[in-house]
Every structure is written in structure tokens, then in C-alpha cells.
């Protein structure tokens, strides 16, 4: 039996107080224990809008995550317009799901829409060339992360030998760290193709970059968040 996530997500306060995200995961559960699939999590999403990217999706980003961390590639949604209602949006979301080789599966019809992506050759190619991108990045990543860390224990034992520790003041850090807050804003910025960085992803580049906090961790996105005034 394979494993699998569902993902729901509710738009309106209306939908909210109608038990749409549990009208949503019966149907679901209803799919998948009819076809062979074990749900090993729900991640739901409330008042998100469905014009809404992976970016502004918390539900979503946290979906992923646990995803490529245990290995359970399939997610399951109530039905197509659930995961989102604007065709460019469902594009993004579903090439981005198919180049990490996550399968795509609606409950409503039974289809596998990851294949259906794949069997385009059109789609087919923008998912590999996102695949690309994101070895690139990941092998960038590794890369910044490990320069990232000596740039921190540099600091780290600067501030032992002189006895001080760099201090920000009172500013806050869009004043006092005009170079942070541009990096940043580059590295969010919605790219022409391809999918948003979330927060998250912004804040392990800065790090990796050498931008971090004054204990030396990366910045949160919440702090990112502050940061952008987003």
C-alpha cells in the first residue's frame, strides 16, 4: 500500500464555517482507501485565497518539506480547483510538485495529474528544466552553506579575541542592514518563470551568503517577513 498526504485548502469564511476542509478530507479518505493509498497527514490551508503561489501557502511549504524529508511522494487533493482555482497558479503548483517527482492525484476523478502533466511535451520540458534549476541550487546551496558556516565561526572568534559582540543598536535591521534588505528583496523577487522562494528559502541563502543573526543562526521568516515588510 503506498503512503500518501492529503492536502485541502478553504478560501472563504463561508466555506470555513460549511466544514469545507472536512467535506474535503472525507472525500479523500473515502479515494484512498479505495484505492490503495495509506494518508500518513493532513495539511490543510484556511482562508487561502486560490489565486495564491507555494509562497503564500504555509500549509503547502510545510507539505513539501516533509515530504523530501521521509520519502512519501504522492498528495492527494479533493479535486483540482482545491489546490487552486487559476489555471497559471495550478501550472506552477503542479510542475513544481512534478519536478521534485512528488505525483499529484485528484480525488474527484481518480486521475494522476503529474502524469498528465508528463505526458505533454510541453509541460514535460518546463518540469525538467525546473529540475535542473533545482539541482543547481541544491549543489549552490551545499556549496554557501559550507562557506556560510566558516564565515560564522570566523566571527564567532573575532568577537571571542576583542571581547565584543557586533551590536545593531536600536535601528531596526532595514536600517541598519540597507545591504540585507536588498539581498533580500533579490532573492524574493517573483522570478518571470518558475515559482517564488518561500521565506524559509530566502532566509537559508541569506545564511549561506554570510548574512545571519548577531548569535550567528539564520534569520527566521518571520524576521525575513519584518524585513521585506511583506
Known amino acids: 500500500m503506498s503512503t500518501a498526504f492529503a492536502y485541502t485548502r478553504v478560501s472563504g469564511k463561508g466555506q470555513m464555517e460549511g466544514h469545507g476542509l472536512q467535506r474535503q478530507h472525507d472525500a479523500i479518505r473515502k479515494f484512498a482507501a479505495g484505492s ?7 495539511y490543510s490551508e484556511e482562508g487561502i485565497s486560490g489565486t495564491k503561489g507555494e509562497s ?12 523530501l524529508r ?3 511522494n504522492h498528495v492527494i487533493v479533493e479535486s483540482l480547483d482545491r489546490l487552486a482555482r487559476d489555471l497559471q497558479i495550478q501550472l506552477q503548483l503542479c510542475t513544481y510538485l512534478a519536478s521534485k517527482k512528488i505525483e499529484l492525484i485528484s480525488a474527484a476523478t481518480g486521475e494522476n495529474i503529474s502524469r498528465a502533466i508528463m505526458a505533454d ?9 525546473q529540475g535542473v534549476f533545482s539541482e543547481l541550487d541544491k549543489s549552490l546551496v551545499v556549496r554557501k552553506l559550507r562557506n556560510g558556516r566558516e564565515k560564522a565561526r570566523e566571527a564567532s572568534s573575532s568577537r571571542t579575541l576583542s571581547g565584543r559582540r557586533k551590536c545593531e543598536g536600536r535601528k531596526s535591521l532595514r536600517e541598519s542592514r ?4 536588498e539581498r533580500a528583496r533579490q532573492l524574493y523577487r517573483k522570478p518571470r ?6 521565506l524559509a528559502e530566502v532566509g537559508g541563502i541569506l545564511f549561506e551568503e554570510g548574512f545571519c543573526t548577531t548569535s550567528g543562526k539564520a534569520y527566521a521568516p518571520a524576521q525575513i517577513k519584518r524585513l521585506l515588510g511583506c
Open 121 to 129: 511535451p510541453m509541460k514535460r520540458a518546463l518540469v525538467q528544466i
Open 178 to 181: 540597507p545591504e540585507l534588505l
Open 70 to 72: 521521509n520519502g512519501v
Open 56 to 67: 503564500s501557502r504555509p500549509a503547502f511549504q510545510r507539505m513539501v518539506t516533509d515530504i
Open 36 to 42: 490503495g493509498y495509506q494518508l500518513t497527514g493532513v
Open 193 to 198: 518563470k518558475g515559482i517564488r522562494r518561500t
